[in-house]
């Protein structure tokens, strides 16, 4: 790492979103920036795990302190000129933890279509609409409920989020 002091200018994205998004900067080179990431991860003495593929840098927290919640940091090198690029990080769940939530969302929409379909044939057919009604209006209220849970797993996360953004920061 260079000796001299820079100055990271850090853009946020709102803090709504549940996979939060930043980008950085950088007075380095796309493959020093690399090989800071890439001698980190020999070491045997950080607290976290990473492998880097094709310019993409993917930084979890250690298997003993992983939960159902654990963030992971992934990290884009982008080239921006002779010693310069930009990193642009983003804040997720593990990919199984991020496929299952959009799977049911998913399901939870194409429910709520079908449902909402089954309604109005109901209504053309002057037939009982107690079932699919009560199901449109559950629906949705799950889908907030969803938005809720990921709003509580992220806050769960939250310290493992910091320290992961500390370790990247300390890298770079």
Not at 44 to 56: A, L, M, P, Q, T
Not at 120 to 147: C, D, G
Request: net charge neutral; glycine share 6%; aromatic share 12%.
């Amino acid at each position: 790492m260079s000796d001299k002091k820079t100055l990271l200018i850090e853009k946020q994205n709102s803090e709504v979103f549940l996979r939060p998004r930043f980008s950085i900067d950088l007075e380095e080179g796309y493959e020093t920036v690399l090989n800071h990431f890439s001698d980190a991860f020999k070491k045997k003495e950080i607290d976290f795990r990473g492998n880097i593929v094709d310019g993409h840098i993917f930084i979890s927290v250690s298997k003993k302190e992983e939960h159902f919640w654990s963030p992971q940091l992934h990290l884009e090198i982008l080239e921006k000129g002779e010693n310069k690029s930009e990193l642009k990080g983003l804040f997720g769940p593990k990919p199984q933890v991020w496929t299952l939530f959009m799977f049911v969302h998913f399901v939870i929409g194409i429910s709520f279509l079908g449902f909402c379909t089954l309604l109005y044939a109901r209504i053309s057919l002057n037939e009982s609409i107690v079932f699919p009604l009560i199901i449109t209006i559950v629906l949705p209220l799950i889908w907030i409920l969803l938005y809720f849970l990921g709003k509580i797993g992220k806050d769960t996360g939250k310290s493992q989020m910091k320290d992961l953004h500390n370790f990247m920061i300390n890298l770079i």
